[in-house]
């Protein structure tokens, strides 16, 4: 996973399951309202998507007949954010849960120096590249390795292979040429999407 890339392109605007695209239009706030909690999943990703698709997603969940399970969106939930951040979604939801910690100390500071924290909410990469570089700002080699083991590691029942598995560059390729071929069989909506 490259960290520069969703900091300089900025967040994902869509996704795919099952061949139809959803558009992420609601505020990246949301992670840091949601994220930072343990059953976060459906609160962030029906936080970003836009009305029509929220709607259209939970018809499908509710549609006994649909084979989407609540486990294939969480997956899903879990992608979009490793795409807005850069990082496996358990490092971001430790560095959103410090944000939401030190909001006020950070936020100060910030505003001394003339910059809108609330502002870079909007960019999820870049936020977590904030709280990251002010977490180790100062730290010696030791400490900062020390920080790093506890930002990475997974999650409690979450295995070895699991945790190791990547979004690869080759998975964006083929996510981003699914959605370009869904949108051009329905006309739709044009983004860089998430599959």
Known sequence: MEEWRPA????????????????????????????????????????????????RLSDRLDDLGDPLSREEVRAMAERVVEQAT??????????????????GELDGRLSLRGVDLAAL??????????????????????????????????????????????WSPEEAGRSFMAAMRSQADAGGRASAAVA
């Open 8 to 55: 300089v392109l900025g967040p994902p605007a869509s996704f795919v399951i099952d061949d139809e695209i959803y558009e992420l239009a609601g505020s990246w706030m949301v992670l840091l309202e949601w994220l930072p909690v343990q059953r976060w999943h459906m609160h962030v990703l029906y936080g970003l998507l836009h009305p029509l698709d929220a709607e």
């Open 86 to 103: 850069g990082r496996k979604w358990w490092v971001a939801q430790r560095l959103y849960a410090t944000l939401a910690a030190s909001w």
């Open 121 to 166: 909410l909007q960019t999820p990469a870049r936020m977590c590249n904030l709280v990251y570089g002010w977490l180790v700002d100062g730290a010696d080699d030791k400490a900062r390795r020390q920080l790093d083991m506890r930002l990475t590691r997974p999650p409690r029942g979450m295995s070895k292979r699991e945790a190791a598995a990547a």
